[in-house]
């Protein structure tokens, strides 16, 4: 049955659908990147209120502004902008459609239709998942640089931009030269202090051109921080056939795990949806449940993926049945992470640790090496890093934490040990792989990426460490390294 307004009733029983009527529904939020993460999580929690017969003032009209955007439109709106959910859930799987996405603005040069939209009165937040490496920052201190060209572009074309921030910066100029109030800017994406980040980001590029309007921003608009999570991996051909074998004929399902957090500040200048009744924590102590996440979650990402990619293993799960990748997720994450993070009133740091294991070894989800793997110059340095210069300036263990920069460097040098090829996955890997040949001879080379490193590779202890394990993956490979830190 193809997914649509009008089939929505004849879809099967077993496939939950919209009980509120979508036709009443009026937009209150723009968002920014409409990839699956989105649709599996915030979108979902908007539908679950809507469901209740609530926030139907609050429907969300999708945005973007890269030619995947535009791709990403045309399937969504063919299917009047819904959304097949499929859980996977080790007990069974299960499916419900999503209806709180009610338009799609046209991705156009110079983001003209964009503006116009986030210039609307209705529109009272503007959120955003752009992924982490979408916010131009320094990689070395996560600060915003201006010095990218798309950003020298909008600085010198403020009415016809070419970023997600430029058209924001615009429209929220508009709105006060109409003497409409602003919006809250909301980020949905895994980042440390995500709403001081876009902040930083949107004041800092109004400063570059109209400082009266920056300082406007800066007074009136709210950037809460958040903490969002849930497991999503990207639609290919077996989610495609999943969603049909379900009854449903969708041409952009989103597979997802079971389990959803949301964390937000309660900061919004011009209100929000009733967000708590439905299981989201508004909570004033969005860093701690940040830091947990971001270290034990994202951070353990990567401490898998690398080696998982290095042995061809095809999914997380598959990578958490391997004895020795397992072993050296759950010591780096409980003698080298967790002496750094605090608890939170639901969940102690071990708890968590669990947890992550538990959803890391879901073998229904089919999460790939490579999705997890992909960005590590963005994911490394916002997870991994910060965790590094802790333990080293408060002098804890950190040499499972040297050994999985060392696995990333092994896998950037793009060869895994049965011989393939890594095919590029990250947009500096031509600085990365360079570095990882080079370093195979002189391992202190990859550290000395001070744009990625910074003062990391003065400290004698680390690099050592590193410089040993990046030896031993070369002479004698991923698993009798790991094996050796295990020991140790």
Not at 105 to 111: A, F, H, K, M, T
Not at 237 to 264: K, M, S, Y
Not at 393 to 413: F, H, I, N, V, Y
Request: aromatic share 6%.
């Amino acid at each position: 049955m193809k997914l649509s307004n009008a089939t929505l009733r004849n879809l099967p029983e077993e496939v939950s659908v919209p009980a509120y009527d979508r036709t009443m529904l009026t937009p209150g939020i723009v968002h920014i990147g409409v990839g699956n993460f989105h649709r599996a999580h915030q979108a979902w929690y908007l539908h679950r209120l809507m469901q209740q017969g609530k926030a139907l003032d609050w429907a969300i009209i999708g945005a973007g502004v890269r030619d995947y955007d535009s791709a990403q439109r045309d399937k969504l709106a063919a299917q009047d902008y819904l959304t097949t959910l499929i859980e996977l859930d080790p007990s069974g799987t299960s499916a419900e459609v999503v209806g709180a996405m009610v338009d799609y603005v046209p991705i156009e040069d110079g983001n003209r239709a964009l503006i116009h939209q986030l210039s609307d009165p209705r529109i009272r937040i503007v959120s955003l998942t752009v992924t982490e490496g979408g916010y131009f920052l320094d990689p070395a201190d996560k600060r915003f640089s201006p010095k990218h060209p798309d950003i020298q572009y909008d600085v010198h074309n403020t009415d016809t931009p070419r970023t997600a921030f430029g058209a924001i910066v615009a429209a929220l100029k508009t709105r006060r030269a109409a003497g409409v109030g602003p919006f809250t800017c909301m980020s949905c994406d895994n980042l440390p202090g995500n709403g001081r980040i876009l902040k930083e980001v949107l004041i800092g590029l109004a400063k570059l051109s109209d400082p009266d309007l920056a300082q406007w921003i800066a007074e009136t608009v709210s950037f809460p921080n958040s903490m969002v999570d849930c497991i999503v991996p990207a639609t290919g051909p077996e989610e495609l056939a999943l969603a049909r074998d379900l009854g449903v004929d969708d041409t952009a399902p989103v597979t997802h795990e079971n389990f959803r957090q949301w964390v937000i500040e309660d900061d919004f200048c011009a209100g929000r949806p009733a967000l708590e009744e439905v299981g989201v924590t508004v909570s004033d102590r969005v860093h701690a449940y940040e830091a947990m996440k971001l270290q034990l979650l994202n951070g353990g990402h990567q401490v898998v993926a690398n080696p998982a990619e290095i042995l061809g293993l095809h999914t997380i799960a598959d990578a958490m049945q391997s004895t020795q990748i397992k072993g050296l997720f759950r010591k780096v994450a409980l003698k080298e992470i967790l002496p750094h993070i605090a608890p939170v009133p639901e969940i102690t740091p071990a708890a968590y640790v669990d947890l992550v294991d538990a959803r890391f070894s879901n073998l229904a989800m089919i999460d790939t090496v490579r999705r997890v793997a992909f960005d590590g110059s963005s994911r490394h340095t916002g997870a991994v890093l910060p965790i590094i210069r802790t333990a080293l300036a408060e002098g804890t263990p950190t040499e499972g934490l040297a050994l999985s920069q060392a696995l990333w460097a092994r896998m950037c040098q793009g060869t895994r040990e049965d011989g393939s090829v890594i095919e590029p996955n990250d947009p500096v890997w031509a600085q990365l792989s360079a570095a990882a040949n080079a370093a195979k001879q002189t391992p202190k080379l990859w550290l000395e990426q001070r744009d990625i490193y910074g003062d990391i590779a003065e400290n004698v202890g680390f690099s050592a460490a590193f410089s040993r394990f990046l030896t031993g993956l070369y002479t004698d490979g991923v698993e009798v390294t790991i094996a050796n830190y295990l020991a140790s």
